[in-house]
């Protein structure tokens, strides 16, 4: 098992930016699909960025060139640089970590409002 907990979430301007991080209550070096999630009241949450192990990343189409997902082993925590910030990326913003036959687990969200 392992606890999520994000922090970084705020207001910002829009073309401003934020970084969200995930600290993960166990060791993080094994684990290899993490990734960022968002969603909006009555959507379906939507896939930001992920990172594997070795540090290979995938983006939403929607954030590319704009958002950066990236980990620090060291301490057990995963971050998304969130640049050029636009209104249509407000949202709650949620850690995932796929475990594989343990299952996967998520935090508690961080809300991030973008104004124009």
């Known amino acids: 098992q392992v606890q999520l907990v994000e922090s970084g979430g705020g207001l910002v301007q829009a073309g401003g930016s934020l970084r969200l991080s995930c600290a993960a209550s166990r060791s993080i070096f094994s684990i290899n699909a993490m990734g960022w999630h968002r969603q909006v009241p009555g959507k379906q949450r939507e896939l930001v960025a992920t990172?594997?192990?070795?540090?290979?990343?995938d983006y939403a189409d929607s954030v590319k060139d704009r958002f950066t997902i990236s980990r620090d082993n060291a301490k057990n925590t995963v971050y998304l640089q969130m640049n050029s910030l636009k209104p249509e990326d407000t949202a709650a913003y949620y850690c995932?970590?796929?475990?594989?036959?343990?299952?996967?687990?998520w935090g508690q969200g961080t809300q991030v409002t973008v104004s124009s």
């Open positions: 990172i594997g192990r070795r540090g290979v990343t």
């Open positions: 995932h970590v796929d475990l594989g036959s343990v299952g996967d687990y």
